[in-house]
């Protein structure tokens, strides 16, 4: 935070929101009566969901916000890159995430 010569104050903030952010931000959305002890077990409700539906292998899709999927990432051929040596990395399942119409439209 620095403060401009007229009185104003400019805010910086890191390229991304930790989740002590994201805690501070749902509290302020719910009001001044929500404790951050509430507002950090609604994140975590929240998050706790999306990673159960996506270990049952479902995408989980929010409206407007995007959808969680998992993806398999086919295994192939790579180099070390400390040796330079060929080597081969398997098969893995990922988290693909699609953004929504409206979380697009704010960029």
């Known amino acids: 935070m620095i403060s401009v010569g007229n ?4 805010h910086f903030f890191s390229a991304a929101m930790n989740k002590a ?3 501070d931000e749902v509290r302020k959305l719910l009001g001044r009566d929500t404790s951050n002890a ?13 990673g ?7 995408e989980v ?4 916000f995007g959808a969680f999927a998992v ?8 180099f070390n890159p400390h040796t ?6 398997r098969a893995m399942k990922t988290i693909r995430f699609k953004a929504g119409q409206a979380l697009r439209a704010l960029s």
């Open 7 to 10: 009185g104003s104050v400019l």
């Open 21 to 23: 952010e994201l805690v």
């Open 38 to 50: 509430a507002a950090e077990r609604a994140v975590d409700a929240v998050l706790t969901a999306v």
């Open 52 to 58: 159960r539906g996506l270990r049952r292998d479902k």
């Open 61 to 64: 899709q929010l409206v407007g």
């Open 71 to 78: 993806a398999t990432r086919a295994a192939r051929r790579g």
């Open 84 to 89: 330079k040596q060929p080597m081969k990395i």
